[in-house]
């Protein structure tokens, strides 16, 4: 086929849809039936669908065919998930807060500003930390059964920067990482951003398909496993003590570097031991207290081998060189003072009772979470489309994530990811009521 005509199929197709001629949710001829309708080789036609695809207007999926997708959809659905739009219920991003909170802050600098130690925070501080506060973080991390001395510390700029960190230090372009097939979708991007290659594990009611993950070891050269144990972000599952020995075992014997992540960790009350704990002498563990205190207090932690933590050091020092010192003292002060200790008490029984509400709204409609998490997974009925599904939220001011985001493997299911800690109770209640509506209305 002339590469003028191969190209006109194109364009006349792109213009169908973004003029609305062909409207969201349109099935397309399967790529036989555009081949012979067209007199095209099949390859050809598929590639016509493949262009289209990659342009962001349509989506192949298995068993069902290519359809147009949504073009109203804003960015902050998609891959990138940015900010929702001002007057939107936002039940895209979690960012718990509790009453009180602030005046907590202003307590904080009061008692900074007072501080002999202020001058100091005007300085350089050390790529990992101060001594005493990675020793604050390392007692920290004994609540959540982890053993690890200060120098195993590092102190970083939120959790994201943390897994950042670790992907740069250790890894190059090219290397390959196993994780769930729904994952997070920062962990995602960011994989993308460093051309690391993501390879997808089968996910089953409770964890990872492990088998599959041996299978994987064996068929590729994985270098490592990014995991989330405790409170998996979307599917809320927390592994076993069985299955974090299986996983243990599998990185010892294919010589796996564990990355964990352990950002919702807190939320849940005596899991069993991290993937660091078990296996100390190769697991990366990267948390924050962004949900347990506060989005805008940017501090993070790794606690890692001490035979990794120069490569970890110096990849801060090249990037941010350190986290602010006035950021990093309030954290630690309320480390020390057992402020974090009863704001993730707090947040526990907050989350518990959004879940608790989000299952009387919801008990007729398929949903999937952990009792004390603060988000759901929804998978849509079968006619549903998780574009169009979203798009009738928006017109209603509700702001939910699509599965895109979250997608390692090559299929896309159709599901919402609801996120519950974002807006007081009463605004919840009427945002699900909603959702509940328009998602039941395809049941």
Same mark, same amino acid.
């Given at each position: 086929?002339?590469?003028?005509?191969?190209?006109?199929?194109?364009?006349?197709?792109?213009?169908?849809?973004?003029?609305?001629?062909?409207?969201?949710?349109?099935?397309?001829?399967?790529?036989?039936?555009?081949?012979?309708?067209?007199?095209?080789?099949?390859?050809?036609?598929?590639?016509?669908?493949?262009?289209?695809?990659?342009?962001?207007?349509?989506?192949?999926?298995?068993?069902?065919?290519?359809?147009?997708?949504?073009?109203?959809?804003?960015?902050?659905?998609?891959?990138?998930?940015?900010?929702?739009?001002?007057?939107?219920?936002?039940?895209?991003?979690?960012?718990?807060?509790?009453?009180?909170?602030?005046?907590?802050?202003?307590?904080?600098?009061?008692?900074?500003?007072?501080?002999?130690?202020?001058?100091?925070?005007?300085?350089?501080?050390?790529?990992?930390?101060?001594?005493?506060?990675?020793?604050?973080?390392?007692?920290?991390?004994?609540?959540?059964?982890?053993?690890?001395?200060?120098?195993?510390?590092?102190?970083?700029?939120?959790?994201?920067?943390?897994?950042?960190?670790?992907?740069?230090?250790?890894?190059?372009?090219?290397?390959?990482?196993?994780?769930?097939?729904?994952?997070?979708?920062?962990?995602?991007?960011?994989?993308?951003?460093?051309?690391?290659?993501?390879?997808?594990?089968?996910?089953?009611?409770?964890?990872?398909?492990?088998?599959?993950?041996?299978?994987?070891?064996?068929?590729?050269?994985?270098?490592?496993?990014?995991?989330?144990?405790?409170?998996?972000?979307?599917?809320?599952?927390?592994?076993?003590?069985?299955?974090?020995?299986?996983?243990?075992?599998?990185?010892?014997?294919?010589?796996?570097?564990?990355?964990?992540?352990?950002?919702?960790?807190?939320?849940?009350?005596?899991?069993?031991?991290?993937?660091?704990?078990?296996?100390?002498?190769?697991?990366?563990?990267?948390?924050?207290?962004?949900?347990?205190?506060?989005?805008?207090?940017?501090?993070?932690?790794?606690?890692?081998?001490?035979?990794?933590?120069?490569?970890?050091?110096?990849?801060?020092?090249?990037?941010?060189?350190?986290?602010?010192?006035?950021?990093?003292?309030?954290?630690?002060?309320?480390?020390?003072?057992?402020?974090?200790?009863? !704001?993730?008490?707090?947040?526990?029984? &907050? #989350? $518990? +009772?959004? /879940? %608790?509400?989000?299952?009387?709204?919801?008990?007729? =409609?398929?949903?999937?979470?952990?009792?004390?998490?603060?988000? !759901?997974?929804?998978?849509?009925?079968? &006619? #549903? $489309? +998780?574009? /169009? %599904?979203?798009?009738?939220?928006?017109?209603?001011? =509700?702001?939910?994530?699509?599965?895109?985001?979250?997608?390692?493997?090559?299929?896309?299911?159709?599901?919402?990811?609801? +996120?519950?800690?974002?807006?007081?109770?009463?605004?919840?209640?009427?945002?699900?009521?909603?959702?509940?509506?328009?998602?039941?209305?395809?049941?």
């Amino acid at each position: 086929m002339p590469r003028s005509r191969y190209k006109t199929l194109v364009d006349t197709y792109a213009a169908d849809i973004r003029s609305g001629r062909l409207l969201p949710g349109t099935r397309l001829p399967t790529h036989r039936q555009l081949a012979a309708s067209e007199g095209l080789a099949l390859v050809t036609a598929s590639r016509v669908y493949a262009e289209l695809e990659a342009m962001g207007l349509v989506s192949g999926e298995a068993g069902r065919g290519t359809f147009v997708r949504e073009m109203s959809l804003p960015p902050g659905h998609s891959i990138d998930q940015k900010d929702v739009a001002v007057g939107m219920v936002d039940l895209n991003f979690n960012y718990p807060s509790l009453p009180g909170q602030a005046e907590l802050l202003r307590t904080a600098l009061r008692q900074l500003a007072l501080s002999g130690d202020l001058e100091a925070l005007l300085r350089y501080q050390p790529h990992a930390g101060r001594v005493h506060e990675r020793a604050s973080v390392a007692r920290h991390l004994q609540t959540r059964g982890l053993k690890v001395d200060a120098g195993q510390v590092l102190i970083v700029n939120g959790a994201q920067q943390g897994l950042a960190v670790a992907l740069m230090a250790l890894f190059k372009p090219g290397d390959v990482i196993a994780a769930d097939a729904l994952t997070y979708s920062g962990f995602k991007v960011l994989a993308e951003a460093l051309h690391l290659e993501v390879v997808a594990i089968p996910v089953t009611d409770h964890g990872p398909d492990l088998p599959a993950l041996e299978r994987l070891c064996h068929s590729r050269s994985v270098r490592a496993v990014y995991s989330m144990p405790t409170l998996h972000n979307p599917l809320g599952w927390v592994m076993s003590l069985d299955q974090r020995e299986q996983l243990v075992a599998i990185a010892r014997q294919h010589d796996l570097t564990i990355i964990e992540d352990a950002a919702y960790a807190f939320l849940v009350d005596n899991p069993p031991p991290p993937l660091a704990d078990l296996a100390a002498e190769r697991t990366i563990y990267v948390s924050g207290l962004s949900k347990n205190i506060a989005t805008g207090l940017r501090v993070g932690f790794i606690a890692a081998p001490l035979q990794t933590v120069p490569a970890l050091e110096r990849i801060i020092r090249a990037t941010t060189w350190n986290t602010p010192g006035v950021m990093t003292a309030i954290a630690c002060g309320w480390l020390d003072d057992g402020t974090v200790t009863v !704001l993730e008490a707090q947040k526990r029984h &907050d #989350a $518990r +009772a959004r /879940q %608790v509400l989000a299952g009387e709204i919801l008990k007729d =409609i398929v949903h999937i979470g952990h009792p004390s998490s603060y988000f !759901l997974w929804l998978p849509l009925p079968e &006619d #549903a $489309r +998780a574009d /169009q %599904v979203v798009v009738e939220l928006m017109q209603q001011q =509700i702001a939910v994530s699509i599965a895109e985001p979250f997608v390692v493997s090559a299929h896309i299911p159709h599901a919402i990811r609801i +996120a519950l800690g974002s807006v007081d109770m009463d605004v919840l209640r009427q945002a699900l009521i909603k959702v509940r509506q328009v998602v039941g209305a395809y049941q």
